[in-house]
C-alpha cells in the first residue's frame, strides 16, 4: 500500500510540473512580445543609422555646397566648394578650337569651367596642386578626365592655414544631351568627394 501511495503522488507532482511548463500565463506572453518588440526597433533603429551614415558617406554636393575632403594619400582635410559652372567655346581668351588642334566646328568637344573656392582647413601650407586635384566625367562614369594646369596660375601657389583661395578648374570635354556632369576629388579612393553642376 505505502508503494502504491508513492507512485501516485509522484505521478501527481509529474503531472503538476508538465502542467506548470506547457502553460504559459498572459502577463509571459506580453513581456516574450514587449522583448521582440525592443529587440525588432532596436534592430531597425541600428539599420537606418548605417544607412543614414552610407548616405552620407555617398552625399553628392550641389553648388554653392561647401564638402570637407580627407585628402587619401596625405590624411589631412580641405574645404572645396563649387561656386559655378559652365561648358564654353572660350577661356581668358583662348578658343577651344584653337587650344585642340584639328577640331571643327560641329565637334562636341568644349570647355568645362568649374569655379571653386579652395578653403585650407588643416594646420600647415601648402601648394593646392601639388595635394591634390579633381577629375571631371559624365554622370556615374569612372575617373573621368583631368584638368587643363595651365588655366589655374593660382593653385600652383601655397595656401597658408586659414586662407582660401577663388579659382577655375579646365577641362577639355564633350557635350552631353543632359548637361549634367560629375566633378570628383580622390577619385577611386575611399575618400572619393563628387560634386554635380549643371550647365
Known sequence: MKKWTMLMLSALLLGECSTDNGNT??????????????VENTTQETDNESSNEDNDENKIYKIGEPAIITSDLYDFDYE???????????????????????????DP????????????????????????????????????????????????????????????VVYTYDLNEENTYWFKYEIMSDEETIFEVTD
Open 109 to 168: 568637344t568644349r570647355f568645362a569651367v568649374v569655379y571653386v573656392t579652395i578653403k585650407n582647413i588643416s594646420d600647415e601650407a601648402y601648394i593646392p596642386n601639388e595635394m591634390f586635384s579633381a577629375n571631371f566625367s559624365d554622370v556615374d562614369q569612372g575617373a573621368g578626365v583631368v584638368a587643363e594646369l595651365e588655366f589655374s596660375p593660382e593653385l600652383d601657389e601655397e595656401l597658408a592655414p586659414g586662407e582660401e583661395i577663388n579659382s577655375k
Open 80 to 106: 572645396v566648394t563649387v561656386t559655378d559652372f559652365e561648358m564654353t567655346e572660350e577661356v581668358d581668351g583662348v578658343s577651344i578650337f584653337d587650344y585642340v588642334r584639328g577640331l571643327d566646328e560641329d
Open 25 to 38: 500565463t498572459k502577463e509571459e506572453v506580453e513581456t516574450d512580445s514587449s522583448e521582440n518588440e525592443t
